[in-house]
Antibody, heavy 120, light 106 residues
Framework: QVTLKESGTGILQPSQALSLTCSFS??????????VSWIRQPSGKGLEWLAD???????GYNPSLKNRLSISKDTSNNQAFLKITSVDTADTATYYC????????????WGQGVMVTVSS | DIQMTQSPASLSASLGETVTIECRAS??????LAWYQQKPGKSPQLLIY???SLHTGVPSRFSGSGSGTQYSLKINSLQSEDVASYFC????????FGSGTKLEIK
C-alpha cells in the first residue's frame, strides 16, 4: 500500500525559508523510474508543480521558481525534502508530495497535504 | 510554456446525467494528459492518464478522450460522490495544470 505524508513549518514570516518533508511507504526512491514531486495549491485555486526528484537523483524544477527551490531525498529513510527560500505571502498554500513512475509525469499517489501560511 | 485552458469553470448537473469537461492545450501534447478528481478538503486523485487510460480502481463511468490540443473527461450516470473539482494536467513538456472545474449536483 502506497502512502505519502507531508510535514513542515506551518506558519512563517516573509523572507524565511520553508522546509518540507515527505515521508512515504509502499515504494522506494531507489526503484528504477520512481520519482517524488512537490505540488502546491493556494486555497480555492489551482495546482502548481514545483519540483521532482527521481531514483537516479535526477532533479527537476519549475523554471519560474527554480532559483528559490532545492529538492533532496533520503532513500534509506523513505523521505523527500523541499526547501523554499525567501518566502512571501504568495507562497501561502497547501503543499502536496506525490509519486510518479517517471520524471515530469502524471501522479498516481498523493499525500494529504500540509498547509503553510506566510504572514507577518 | 504550454498553457492548459479548462472549461467550464463550474458545472451543475442532475444525478444520472452525463457531463463533459474539456481541456485545450496551447500546443500539441501528444496525449500526455491526465485528469484528477479533488473532493472538498482532500488531495487530488488520479482518474485518467495518457488521455484515455483509466487508473486502477476508478469507476468505468469515467472516461477520457481527445488528441492533439483538445481533450475531454466524460462522467456517465453522475453520482452524488462525483461532487468534486476536476483538473487536467499535461506532462508532454514540463508540467502544467488546468484551472479546474467545480462540479455540483443540481
Amino acid at each position: 500500500q502506497v502512502t505519502l505524508k507531508e510535514s513542515g513549518t506551518g506558519i512563517l514570516q516573509p523572507s524565511q525559508a520553508l522546509s518540507l518533508t515527505c515521508s512515504f511507504s509502499g515504494f522506494s526512491l531507489s526503484t528504477t523510474g520512481i520519482c517524488v514531486s512537490w505540488i502546491r495549491q493556494p486555497s480555492g485555486k489551482g495546482l502548481e508543480w514545483l519540483a521532482d526528484i527521481c531514483w537516479d537523483d535526477g532533479k527537476g524544477y519549475n523554471p519560474s521558481l527554480k532559483n528559490r527551490l532545492s529538492i533532496s531525498k533520503d532513500t534509506s529513510n523513505n523521505q523527500a525534502f523541499l526547501k523554499i527560500t525567501s518566502v512571501d505571502t504568495a507562497d501561502t498554500a497547501t503543499y502536496y508530495c506525490a509519486r510518479s513512475t517517471g520524471s515530469l509525469y502524471y501522479f498516481d499517489y498523493w499525500g494529504q497535504g500540509v498547509m503553510v501560511t506566510v504572514s507577518s | 510554456d504550454i498553457q492548459m485552458t479548462q472549461s467550464p469553470a463550474s458545472l451543475s448537473a442532475s444525478l444520472g446525467e452525463t457531463v463533459t469537461i474539456e481541456c485545450r492545450a496551447s500546443e500539441d501534447i501528444y496525449n500526455g494528459l491526465a485528469w484528477y478528481q479533488q473532493k472538498p478538503g482532500k488531495s487530488p486523485q488520479l482518474l485518467i492518464y495518457n488521455a484515455n487510460s483509466l487508473h486502477t480502481g476508478v469507476p468505468s463511468r469515467f472516461s477520457g478522450s481527445g488528441s492533439g490540443t483538445q481533450y475531454s473527461l466524460k462522467i456517465n450516470s453522475l453520482q452524488s460522490e462525483d461532487v468534486a473539482s476536476y483538473f487536467c494536467q499535461q506532462y508532454y513538456d514540463y508540467l502544467t495544470f488546468g484551472s479546474g472545474t467545480k462540479l455540483e449536483i443540481k
